[in-house]
């Protein structure tokens, strides 16, 4: 038997194929029927064309000696995957596998998190299509400083491990990082991953991630995220759906959210969006600016609707249009809002303050943060007012809403922000 556990004759001629050096014609390399036992990783370099057998018909599995970045690792340019599983056998390797914690702000995920699904670095033109990825301690798919990426149609369950502390460490879903480019994560489905669904990421040095669509996705039973855009321009998150996001809660680390985001986020946009029984927040704001959040519906959040947030100190939150949601049943208030030149109009705000606070404090001098249907803040990690902006037309029902329709923190004057026809009323 060889190292990958095939026959030999067979292993040495697919051997020969993958770790071959480019060629002028993408090769096609079809995958054996049946259980592939891999005992490190296959290496695979484009340009190439790998198939499962015909009909779905072969599944790669870690063996239970397993241990590398991850079952396939990718590079250079041309390459496809398409029509086979693969099992990373998480419980054989749970325990080099588990309490990992998160690698140091200096190092990126492709240099520390092992026992991945598929690890992809600096590729162009890579394309997923049919995979069904499971059981994976790692990520799913993590892609690396690459380009043209597009991942269609892929099923990912029952992946991810825990910290130290036995929480999530973000892993399980998919993760695009350091400035990947030109990229494309659609019709996916995510069901019981302990980390992110999907997920944008780059060290704070490195470039942003950029043109990106993430689309028409499913989620279920998330522990953490369905969708983070972190630090990245030009990303569409459009006509996702799911439910049971921070679930279950025993591997909760943070607030779980909807849509996240964090670092330096602009020119993107959430539109059409459809969540609900999530442990946490709809959509978090954290660093968006200059973008659009519009027609996203989530129902039965623990925590917020809808957050603006400023953590990453090269940008100011500013001209977000947020038009047209519902954020129905949220514990506590409908939009918190910070930052300068939004537009707030046409929401339906309903069913807030299910806590029925009064009040709940989050901070000791702004007792009406998380029991209003509308908070104009003064900052979060740094003053940043909310000044200059538009809170129009929206309908805010809830526990005290008539009182505390649209409120104020305390140094935010009234002529600071034009506030016009907004229906409010209470429910019992």
């Known amino acids: 038997m060889s ?11 697919i051997a020969a194929w993958l770790l071959a050096g480019p060629a002028p014609a993408v090769r096609v390399v079809q995958l054996p029927a049946g259980v592939v036992q891999l005992h490190a990783e296959m290496l695979v370099e484009g340009p190439v064309r790998v198939e499962g057998a015909p009909g779905g018909a072969t599944t790669l599995r870690a063996a239970a000696d397993f241990h590398g970045p991850a079952l396939l690792v990718v590079t250079g340019r041309d390459v496809t995957l398409q029509g086979f599983s693969m099992d990373g056998n998480r419980a054989a390797l749970a325990e080099a596998a588990t309490r990992m914690g998160l690698p140091p ?24 299509a049919g995979l069904r990825i499971a059981n994976v301690a790692g990520f799913a798919v993590l892609v690396n400083r690459s380009r043209d990426v597009s991942i269609d ?14 929480r999530n460490n973000t892993t399980g879903g ?49 522990g953490r995220d369905a969708v983070e855009v972190g630090h990245a321009s030009d990303v569409r998150v459009e006509a996702n759906g799911g439910r049971r996001i921070g679930y279950p809660g025993s591997v909760v680390e ?16 959430y539109r059409g969006n459809r969540f609900e029984e999530i442990n946490g ?19 039965a959040m623990a925590n917020f609707g809808i957050v ?4 990453n100190p090269d940008m100011q939150s500013r001209n977000v249009r947020v038009t047209g949601n519902q954020i129905d049943g949220a514990r506590y208030g409908g939009i918190f809002v910070i930052g300068e030149g939004h537009l707030i109009a046409h929401n339906r705000l309903t069913n807030l303050n299910t806590a029925r606070c009064g009040p709940c404090y989050y901070l000791a001098d702004e007792p009406d943060m998380l029991r209003s249907g509308i908070y104009l803040g003064k900052g979060v990690s740094r003053p940043s007012p909310a000044r200059g902006n538009r809170i129009e037309d929206n309908l805010i029902t809830g526990f005290g809403m008539e009182r505390r329709c649209v409120a104020r923190a305390p140094g935010i004057a009234a002529d600071w922000n034009l506030v016009r026809g907004n229906l409010c009323r209470d429910l019992p």
């Open 281 to 299: 927040k709809c959509i978090d704001l954290d660093g968006f600016h200059d973008g659009v959040v519009a027609d996203n519906r989530c129902r």
């Open 174 to 222: 998919i993760l695009l990082e350091e400035g990947t480019a030109g990229f494309r994560v659609t019709h996916c489905r995510f069901r019981n991953v302990l980390g992110n669904g999907v997920w944008t990421h780059s060290l704070y040095t490195s470039p942003r991630n950029a043109g990106g669509l993430i689309a028409w996705n499913e989620f279920l039973n998330i």
């Open 105 to 128: 702000s200096n190092r990126a995920f492709a240099q520390f998190t092992q026992d991945n699904g598929i690890l992809a670095e600096n590729c162009r033109r890579l394309a997923m």
């Open 254 to 269: 943070d607030v779980p959210v909807a849509l996240d985001t964090a670092g330096n986020v602009d020119r993107s946009a």
């Open 308 to 311: 603006f947030n400023d953590s």
């Open 3 to 13: 190292r990958w556990g095939w026959p030999g004759a067979a292993a040495l001629a």
């Open 153 to 166: 149609g892929v099923e990912v369950s029952d992946s991810g491990s825990l910290d130290p502390q036995g």
